[in-house]
């Protein structure tokens, strides 16, 4: 009986795919299926269903298996980072890792591409947004919410009001990113809304399934750009409520579907294109 060849054959089939427990509700398979498709690339992408314990060993198998990256979703985005061997200087900043990528040598790398897909998104459908023009008011502290604060800061907002249910989580923002960030109470949370250029939920209030986000909208300016991180359903009751003041709004799934091309094209090599074609396809 002769070896195996100890180097995999040029003709192997990259493999990527979404980490999570649980997972099966993920749209990212049907996302990177379109583009596989459309560009006509040999690849495939599967949902991963991890149990938090099994994650380390995870990682290390699938570059033996043929995998070239993996996005991360909840609630692994903290738990890989940390496995990584190295780490982009905005993941780190946010303190979650969405997107790995496998080297050759077994290697991964872990990048944060959530506060790259929440600015593009907002760039796509509100393109005469000004960061600068006034205050941002951001719902929410979760790991989510850290990637839009640091890309809101990023992008020259003069101020960030942040409230969460829990203040200390809050509170720990505002000390890692600094006096840009106020906190507000969570009972108060309508009043940080008065003045706010900038509104954002990024909490999963008002997702299916889950009770809608309660709050007066009396104090914000219908000049307002708001959005909402939630894309199912695309027009939550907090849109829907903006929208009826004359504020301007952003569904969610353009974050979902622009954060997802920078790993496509580290995995696939080909830069994706995010248009209403794969916005269909992702909502079929």
């Given amino acids: 009986m002769t070896d ?8 192997r089939i990259p493999l990527a795919g979404v980490i999570g427990w649980p997972v099966t509700h993920s749209r990212s398979p049907r996302l990177h299926g379109h583009w596989l498709r459309r560009y006509g690339l040999a690849g495939h992408y599967v949902p991963l269903p991890v149990a938090p314990g099994d994650l380390g060993q995870v990682l290390h198998c699938l570059p033996k298996a043929g995998f070239v990256g993996a996005n991360v979703t909840i609630p692994h985005k903290e738990a890989a980072l940390a496995l990584a ?9 946010i303190g979650a890792a969405n997107t790995l990528i496998f ?6 790398h872990a990048d944060n591409t959530d506060g790259y ?3 593009a998104n907002l760039r796509q459908h509100a393109p005469d947004w000004d960061p600068a ?4 008011a951001v719902i929410g502290a979760g790991g989510a919410a850290r990637a839009v604060v640091a890309s809101l800061l990023e992008c020259g907002v003069p101020q960030l009001r942040l409230a969460n249910r829990t203040r200390l989580r809050a509170e ?3 000390s890692e990113f600094g ?4 906190v507000h109470d969570w009972a108060k949370v309508d009043g940080m809304l008065e003045g706010a250029a900038t509104v954002v939920n990024a909490t999963s209030m008002g997702m299916q399934g889950k009770p809608a986000l309660s709050l007066s909208l009396d104090a914000l300016s219908p000049d307002a750009l708001v959005t909402d991180l939630v894309y199912a359903p695309l027009d939550t009751p907090f849109l829907l409520a903006a929208r009826a003041r004359g504020c301007r709004t952003v569904d969610g799934l353009g974050m979902l579907l622009h954060q997802a091309a920078p790993g496509f094209e580290r995995w696939f090599g080909v830069r994706p294109e995010i248009d209403d074609g794969l916005r269909r396809a992702v909502l079929a």
């Fill in 4 to 11: 195996l060849p100890a180097t995999p054959p040029d003709d």
């Fill in 85 to 93: 061997d190295s780490v982009t200087d905005r993941a780190a900043l």
């Fill in 133 to 136: 023009a006034g205050a941002a």
């Fill in 103 to 108: 080297r050759p040598d077994g290697r991964i």
């Fill in 179 to 182: 006096a840009r960030v106020v």
């Fill in 172 to 174: 720990q923002i505002r």
């Fill in 117 to 119: 897909g929440f600015i």
